[in-house]
């Protein structure tokens, strides 16, 4: 039966240990691409958060170069020039909207170049007050979310979960902001809007994980007979296919947005929000089975409990003279890389010996 037979029949034995070694790696080397980037590139902040006045008009046949020499007869020549939904042109600058007299001069040059008229070129103007204040708010409402959050969960199920899985949305926050500042993507209030999701939507996926984790931790079968990493190990075999459903039936429609809004509609926000759901939603993904998992794992290995454990698990495989983890595939099961090793308690079955014949069952005598 191939890998993708098993995922489908929810049947997969997957070491997740084993691959927790390479993953929290590759985390590590995204968390520090992302680092750099933020201090070398900083934010692509929008005019909501930084303030000033942006132009808009459709210009299919003109270049940035083109916007800069007619932007600097009028002394702008910094202002920040895009070219959105494809023959959009958008013209960013620090102008307050009470210096009417650049507003229109830089409108006018807009419209010259594009070959309009003035009140075919759109603008809108945001004093640098609002724009602080709409950062204050959504620094705030990332801090609240955290706080809630982190009660919830520990009210649930404990601190050492609750610091898990805030790990893990904070290894998605810094990996997403990290891509934006990499490729210079605007963060707009719909972005912010679309990390709040991505945050929520990672905290469910891990939450599942938690939830299963623990059913498997109350069952009498395992209680004292399974490492806390082996019990964790098997409750994500047992939602990776629910994980994996999940993430493409949300990443479908996300696509069918960024594709129609990008391409089709031209709709720039719509672009914008999708873009971050995107990230998020795979990067959210990612964390719930290698990046929570582990740590609530390391948090909860060294509790005195479960180092008691290990160490009784230890001995007793000392003195059969096997591994802790066949000890453990008595009531886990076997380990993908590992074959079920015979029990020693048990005497293996002797294969029947050349030339002796195996008598057939007696037939059951019908009533008559």
């Not at 810094?174 to 912010?192: C, D, K, M, N, R």
């Not at 129609?260 to 971050?276: D, H, K, M, R, S």
């Not at 029947?352 to 069952?361: N, Y």
């Amino acid at each position: 039966m191939s890998r993708l037979q098993r995922l489908l029949r929810n049947q997969t034995k997957v070491d997740f240990p084993e691959l927790w070694k390479t993953t929290l790696k590759v985390s590590a080397a995204l968390i520090l691409i992302s680092v750099v980037a933020l201090l070398v590139r900083g934010v692509n902040l929008g005019i909501e958060f930084e303030g000033g006045t942006v132009w808009e008009a459709s210009a299919p046949d003109v270049s940035t170069a083109d916007v800069r020499d007619a932007l600097r007869g009028v002394g702008q020549a910094d202002a920040k020039i895009q070219f959105v939904g494809g023959d959009v042109l958008r013209v960013r600058a620090e102008l307050d909207a009470t210096d009417a007299t650049s507003v229109a001069e830089v409108s006018l040059a807009l419209a010259n170049l594009t070959g309009q008229t003035v009140d075919d070129v759109s603008f809108n103007s945001i004093s640098a007050s609002w724009g602080d204040e709409i950062t204050d708010k959504a620094i705030r409402a990332l801090i609240v979310f955290f706080i809630v959050v982190a009660i919830y969960i520990t009210l649930t199920q404990e601190w050492r979960m609750a610091l898990a899985a805030l790990v893990a949305v904070a290894h998605d926050i810094v990996i997403t902001v990290g891509i934006y500042s990499l490729f210079q993507l605007e963060v707009t209030p719909a972005t912010v809007i679309a990390f709040l999701t991505i945050m929520g939507y990672s905290l469910y996926d891990t939450l599942v994980v938690f939830d299963k984790n623990r059913d498997y931790q109350r069952r009498s079968a395992l209680v004292g007979r399974a490492t806390y990493t082996r019990i964790m190990n098997t409750a994500l075999n047992t939602v990776l296919l629910r994980s994996v459903n999940t993430t493409i039936t949300s990443v479908l429609p996300v696509l069918s947005m960024l594709i129609i809004g990008t391409l089709v509609l031209g709709a720039v926000t719509l672009a914008e929000f999708a873009v971050a759901l995107l990230i998020g939603l795979l990067v959210g993904t990612y964390s719930s089975l290698f990046v929570a998992a582990p740590a609530a794992a390391w948090l909860k290995e060294r509790q005195p409990e479960f180092v008691e454990l290990r160490d009784r698990l230890e001995a007793r495989a000392q003195s059969r003279g096997t591994s802790v983890h066949e000890v453990e595939d008595v009531a886990v099961g076997p380990s993908p890389s590992r074959p079920a090793a015979p029990s020693s308690d048990r005497p293996a079955r002797r294969p029947p010996q050349a030339g002796t014949a195996i008598p057939p069952r007696p037939r059951k005598r019908k009533r008559r």
